[in-house]
């Protein structure tokens, strides 16, 4: 049997959500990377599948709830991993091991970061703005265990802008085990730069 070009495809990819519903994710990231969220609209990413438009609309009714089902595994993954809640993080908040999880997170869900890196526009939009800004105190948190004062808020995005970068910039045939020793390495020495930071502002 052949399923139509307007008919979601069957069974279920990983996350519990339907195949069809994945191939529309998959292509949106494609097209979202390559010419950012504002260059993109629902017909190109039914075009880059072979579909109608409105088997796109089927599952996704507009570019946000695209852009918000892409992102909200990687946000809530961080939330949960960071959050006051998993109290297991709370005697590791600023130390090295707060390190090791980001960036084995940051690893787990790549394709996605560097996307959002590299694209504003995609943050700025209101369904992820409030998402945003919780998720980097979060992070910002568990990295350098700051309490939210000028110093932690300005060392914390700094830590997240060169992680970041760094994986977008790191050539695509290292393996994922040297780049997750040298992102862990830099964040151990920004890490270290912050405490000497904090030390200097206490003195």
């Known amino acids: 049997m052949t399923t139509s070009p307007t ?11 339907s195949a069809g519903a994945q191939r529309v994710l998959d292509a949106a990231l494609d097209l979202f990377s390559e010419h950012g969220f504002e260059g993109t609209s629902l017909q190109d990413i039914a ?8 088997a796109v609309y089927y599952h996704f009714h507009t570019k946000d709830d695209l852009l918000l089902a892409l992102v909200e595994p990687a946000f809530d993954e961080i939330l949960a991993l960071a959050g006051e809640a998993d109290s297991a993080l ?7 091991a707060g390190v090791a999880r980001y960036v084995d997170y940051l690893l787990r869900h790549r394709r996605v970061a560097a996307y959002l890196t590299r694209d504003a526009t995609a943050m700025s939009r209101p369904g992820l703005v409030e998402k945003g800004a919780r998720m980097r105190g979060q992070v910002e948190a568990m990295l350098l265990g700051g309490d939210g004062a000028a110093l932690g808020t300005v060392w914390g ?3 997240l802008q060169a992680l970041a ?3 977008i910039a790191a050539p695509p045939d290292v393996s994922e085990e040297w780049l997750r ?5 830099l964040g151990a020495h920004l890490l270290a730069g912050y405490k000497k930071a904090a030390r200097r502002r206490e003195a």
């Open 47 to 54: 075009d880059r599948l072979g579909v109608t438009k409105a």
């Open 157 to 159: 995005a700094a830590t």
């Open 90 to 96: 709370r005697p590791q908040r600023g130390g090295g």
């Open 165 to 167: 970068g760094a994986l």
């Open 7 to 17: 008919a979601p495809s069957p069974g279920l990819a990983p996350g519990g959500r």
């Open 181 to 185: 020793e040298e992102l862990t390495e």
